[in-house]
């Protein structure tokens, strides 16, 4: 009795699991609809708890199972349902609206599909489908792969978005109507090589010590200056740098030049730079006035300089040509106002004329951020007359003019065409030569910063686009040979090859980047101003010698060194250099704590050599031989040691002297036959360890060599000798 009732029992337990794994069969074939895109929306049963269930599986019957499974059921939205709900785009053409980045949902209501199409349409791809939802996001690449493969064509969104924006940008006046023209003092600008006078001859006709104060030969940055002179006129001097280096700088500035007064220096003649200065004026359609300078030396020829031009197309007055030469001394002050009446002279000649009513037209030739007074610019008025309270736009910043300077720092009420003028009040500091247009009101410059910074990023865009195309699409080739290689495989065998492919890289790339490290030059460059840090970055922009080391210019601006500059200099192992700027006590402490270099100078050419002292230091060091003597063969035999015969040669030595712990090489008709050391060297019968000039010896090598007689032997030392950069940054 006692075994039946046991096995009756287990029995009834045995039906109860049973029912129980039927009924849980049910519910995992029904929440199995969630894989296939279905919504599955579970109902918690406060009566019935699930883990009730599991704890009394005898309380069940299978009906009540079945009822629950059953009422779960109705709470799943079928793919009918969400279609209903979802109003599928109708199509232009067959043609489908993409952006760079869309969902899975986003682009099957963009297509007219549904999910499941874009699933499809991804399979065989390097998309895991897996992890995909229909939030998540697909990039360009894939977004066009899926709607060719739909047999539709794409167009970008954003093309529409330009169309429909309103160009709101401010341009220059038409030509103004010459009878409101009035005459205009001539902007000139000095050129010519460095150090051949030009911020001497300018200091002289501007009676102040600006040369004087400067920290060296190179005109630090453009400055605009206005020159009265006795006869009542006034010329506008722009004062360019001369080097070839600054070929930008000096360019920009001949954009807004009537005149160019090209300096060269009697003693030296016509130079490298001279010649650039000559080719930026013809390209600019800018008339020329040659100023020899330092004729007081004794030294000078300036019959040899005006023939020397001859070459280069500048032709002076006694030559027949149209050209005026005039002989100075900047230093001494000498035919300074025959200079000036001849520019003078040519200025009337062209009948320089300008509108002074309407709206402002004018030119950024400086730019910097003063402590005191905020971004200010100094600019040359080219139409119009600017006075205070004029709104500007220039780049993408404007300004709401506060103040109005002069080149002496006095205020000024009003600036007319060819006169230059410091301006303060811009919200950002303008890049040098940009172009200043008034605007009517402060609306309508808000307007037009915003339509320019609206073009900048579609630009941008539309380069980063074709780079990341292009990016992507080597990246796919890439993937796809590597997935027909792999084709055949298992899974399983697929992830063991890519796995031993890929182990050393694991191993090998921190040696990789501390490579990398030592062949990079990472820097940062401030500057005083625009045109400072734009000329020392065209320098840089010439660097050719990658594959020697690295240059990498990791950020730039003006100002004095701040704490984020040691901070980037940190992150990248960079070095950071100043020019005119300054690093106070705490930012050098915290540069000296981080173990940050920091470079100032107030010289250009001084901070590029630092550079390149720089650039020199990360080379790896390079063997030199240094020869401590010359021998030559006179004759040759052997000596037997044990059973082997080993060659002798005996020399006699012409230079310098043999010491046998050098190292040594054997020279036939000008090749190297041997490198090695000695493993003999006598003296007559005795071992030596030196032998002299004059003095015979005999010598073996350390392996096996037949000498022949006139062959000579080298004793030499080696020294690392440190690499120097082959980049010539032209001076």
Same mark, same amino acid.
């Given at each position: 009795?006692?075994?039946?009732?046991? %096995?009756?029992?287990?029995?009834?337990?045995?039906?109860?699991?049973?029912?129980?794994?039927?009924?849980?069969?049910?519910?995992?074939?029904?929440?199995?609809?969630?894989?296939?895109?279905?919504?599955?929306?579970?109902?918690?049963?406060?009566?019935?708890?699930?883990?009730?269930?599991?704890?009394?599986?005898?309380?069940?019957?299978?009906?009540?199972?079945?009822?629950?499974?059953?009422?779960?059921?109705?709470?799943?939205?079928?793919?009918?349902?969400?279609?209903?709900?979802?109003?599928?785009?109708?199509?232009?053409?067959?043609?489908?609206?993409?952006?760079?980045?869309?969902?899975?949902?986003?682009?099957?209501?963009?297509?007219?599909?549904?999910?499941?199409?874009?699933?499809?349409?991804?399979?065989?791809?390097?998309?895991?489908?897996?992890?995909?939802?229909?939030?998540?996001?697909?990039?360009?690449?894939?977004?066009?792969?899926?709607?060719?493969?739909?047999?539709?064509?794409?167009?970008?969104?954003?093309?529409?978005?330009?169309?429909?924006?309103? %160009?709101?940008?401010?341009?220059?006046?038409?030509?103004?109507?010459?009878?409101?023209?009035?005459?205009?003092?001539?902007?000139?600008?000095?050129?010519?090589?460095?150090?051949?006078?030009?911020?001497?001859?300018?200091?002289?006709?501007?009676?102040?010590?600006?040369?004087?104060?400067?920290?060296? !030969?190179?005109?630090?940055?453009?400055?605009?200056?206005?020159?009265?002179?006795?006869?009542?006129?006034?010329?506008?001097?722009?004062?360019?740098? !001369?080097?070839?280096?600054?070929?930008?700088?000096?360019?920009?500035?001949?954009?807004?030049?009537?005149?160019?007064?090209?300096?060269?220096?009697?003693?030296?003649?016509?130079?490298?730079?001279?010649?650039? *200065?000559?080719?930026?004026?013809?390209?600019?359609?800018?008339?020329?006035?040659?100023?020899?300078?330092?004729?007081?030396?004794?030294?000078?020829?300036?019959?040899?300089?005006?023939?020397?031009?001859?070459?280069?197309?500048?032709?002076?007055?006694?030559?027949? !040509?149209?050209?005026?030469?005039? %002989?100075?001394?900047?230093?001494? !002050?000498?035919?300074?106002?025959?200079?000036?009446?001849?520019?003078?002279?040519?200025?009337?000649?062209?009948?320089?004329?300008?509108?002074?009513?309407?709206?402002?037209?004018?030119?950024?030739?400086?730019?910097?951020?003063?402590?005191?007074?905020?971004?200010?610019?100094?600019?040359?008025?080219?139409?119009?007359?600017?006075?205070?309270?004029?709104?500007?736009?220039?780049?993408?910043?404007?300004?709401?003019?506060?103040?109005?300077?002069?080149?002496?720092?006095?205020?000024?009420?009003?600036?007319?065409?060819?006169?230059?003028?410091?301006?303060?009040?811009?919200?950002?500091?303008?890049?040098?030569?940009?172009?200043?247009?008034?605007?009517?009101?402060?609306?309508?410059?808000?307007?037009?910063?915003?339509?320019?910074?609206?073009?900048?990023?579609?630009?941008?865009?539309?380069?980063?686009?074709?780079?990341?195309?292009?990016?992507?699409?080597?990246?796919?080739?890439?993937?796809?040979?590597?997935?027909?290689?792999?084709?055949?495989?298992?899974?399983?065998?697929?992830?063991?090859?890519?796995?031993?492919?890929?182990?050393?890289?694991?191993? *090998?790339?921190?040696?990789?980047?501390?490579?990398?490290?030592?062949?990079?030059?990472?820097?940062?460059?401030?500057?005083?101003?625009?045109?400072?840090?734009?000329?020392?970055?065209?320098?840089?922009?010439?660097?050719?010698?990658?594959?020697?080391?690295?240059?990498?210019?990791?950020?730039?601006?003006?100002?004095?060194?701040?704490?984020?500059?040691?901070?980037?200099?940190?992150?990248?192992?960079?070095?950071?250099?100043?020019?005119?700027?300054?690093?106070?006590?705490?930012?050098?402490?915290?540069?000296?704590?981080?173990?940050?270099?920091?470079?100032?100078? +107030?010289?250009?050419?001084?901070?590029?050599?630092?550079?390149?002292?720089?650039?020199?230091?990360?080379?790896?060091?390079?063997?030199?031989?240094?020869?401590?003597?010359?021998?030559?063969?006179?004759?040759?035999?052997?000596?037997?040691?044990?059973?082997?015969?080993?060659?002798?040669?005996?020399?006699?030595?012409?230079?310098?002297?043999?010491?046998?712990?050098?190292?040594?090489?054997?020279?036939?008709?000008?090749?190297?036959?041997?490198?090695?050391?000695?493993?003999?060297?006598?003296?007559?019968?005795?071992?030596?360890?030196?032998?002299?000039?004059?003095?015979?010896?005999?010598?073996?090598?350390?392996?096996?060599?037949?000498? +022949?007689?006139?062959?000579?032997?080298?004793?030499?030392?080696?020294?690392?000798?440190?690499?120097?950069?082959?980049?010539?940054?032209?001076?």
């Amino acid at each position: 009795m006692l075994i039946e009732e046991m %096995n009756r029992g287990l029995m009834l337990k045995f039906e109860n699991l049973v029912q129980l794994r039927a009924a849980c069969r049910q519910l995992c074939t029904l929440s199995y609809r969630k894989v296939n895109r279905a919504q599955w929306k579970p109902v918690q049963s406060s009566a019935h708890p699930v883990w009730s269930v599991l704890l009394y599986p005898q309380l069940w019957q299978k009906d009540k199972l079945i009822s629950i499974a059953l009422s779960q059921h109705r709470h799943l939205a079928t793919k009918e349902e969400i279609k209903k709900k979802k109003k599928k785009v109708p199509l232009t053409k067959g043609e489908v609206e993409i952006k760079q980045k869309m969902t899975v949902e986003e682009l099957a209501r963009a297509m007219g599909k549904d999910i499941d199409h874009i699933y499809e349409a991804l399979l065989y791809t390097d998309i895991d489908l897996d992890s995909l939802e229909p939030d998540s996001i697909l990039y360009e690449d894939h977004i066009k792969l899926i709607v060719k493969k739909s047999g539709m064509k794409y167009k970008s969104a954003k093309l529409k978005e330009e169309k429909e924006r309103e %160009n709101t940008d401010a341009v220059k006046r038409p030509p103004a109507d010459p009878a409101v023209l009035t005459p205009r003092p001539p902007v000139v600008t000095i050129l010519g090589h460095v150090d051949h006078g030009k911020t001497t001859l300018l200091d002289s006709l501007r009676k102040t010590q600006v040369a004087s104060t400067e920290a060296g !030969g190179i005109t630090q940055h453009i400055g605009a200056f206005l020159v009265h002179l006795p006869s009542g006129e006034k010329i506008t001097f722009l004062d360019t740098p !001369g080097h070839a280096a600054f070929s930008a700088m000096r360019a920009r500035g001949t954009h807004v030049t009537d005149i160019v007064v090209l300096v060269v220096a009697a003693e030296d003649g016509v130079m490298q730079q001279t010649i650039e *200065s000559i080719q930026h004026a013809k390209n600019a359609g800018v008339p020329l006035i040659l100023a020899i300078n330092k004729c007081d030396k004794p030294e000078a020829d300036p019959e040899r300089v005006k023939k020397e031009l001859l070459a280069h197309d500048v032709v002076c007055e006694e030559f027949g !040509g149209e050209v005026q030469a005039v %002989n100075i001394s900047a230093l001494k !002050g000498e035919n300074l106002m025959v200079l000036a009446e001849a520019t003078v002279a040519l200025a009337e000649m062209l009948e320089l004329k300008a509108d002074p009513t309407g709206l402002v037209e004018g030119t950024v030739i400086e730019s910097r951020k003063d402590k005191g007074k905020g971004p200010v610019t100094t600019a040359i008025i080219q139409r119009g007359t600017l006075r205070k309270g004029c709104v500007l736009v220039a780049g993408k910043t404007w300004a709401k003019v506060r103040f109005m300077f002069d080149e002496n720092g006095k205020v000024v009420d009003a600036a007319s065409p060819g006169i230059p003028v410091e301006i303060m009040g811009w919200k950002e500091v303008p890049s040098a030569g940009d172009e200043i247009l008034e605007v009517e009101s402060e609306q309508r410059a808000h307007e037009v910063v915003a339509w320019r910074t609206y073009v900048e990023q579609q630009e941008r865009m539309k380069r980063d686009v074709e780079v990341i195309e292009a990016k992507q699409k080597e990246h796919r080739m890439e993937y796809e040979k590597k997935q027909q290689k792999l084709a055949h495989l298992t899974w399983r065998q697929r992830k063991a090859v890519l796995y031993k492919a890929n182990k050393h890289l694991m191993f *090998s790339k921190p040696k990789e980047r501390t490579e990398m490290d030592k062949n990079v030059l990472s820097v940062i460059v401030k500057g005083d101003v625009d045109g400072s840090v734009e000329a020392i970055l065209n320098i840089l922009d010439s660097y050719d010698a990658d594959d020697e080391c690295k240059l990498d210019i990791i950020h730039f601006g003006m100002g004095d060194i701040s704490e984020t500059d040691i901070s980037l200099a940190e992150a990248f192992n960079g070095v950071v250099f100043g020019f005119s700027v300054k690093a106070n006590d705490s930012i050098k402490q915290l540069a000296a704590k981080k173990g940050i270099k920091i470079k100032l100078h +107030n010289i250009i050419y001084k901070l590029i050599e630092d550079l390149k002292d720089e650039l020199n230091s990360r080379l790896p060091p390079t063997v030199a031989e240094n020869t401590i003597g010359e021998a030559s063969v006179l004759d040759i035999f052997s000596v037997t040691v044990g059973k082997n015969k080993i060659p002798v040669a005996g020399c006699r030595v012409q230079k310098g002297l043999l010491d046998k712990k050098m190292k040594f090489k054997l020279l036939r008709n000008g090749d190297v036959i041997w490198k090695g050391s000695l493993s003999s060297l006598k003296h007559h019968k005795d071992d030596v360890q030196v032998i002299k000039t004059g003095m015979d010896c005999g010598l073996s090598l350390d392996k096996y060599i037949e000498f +022949n007689i006139g062959d000579e032997i080298i004793c030499y030392e080696e020294k690392e000798v440190q690499q120097t950069t082959s980049w010539d940054p032209g001076f």
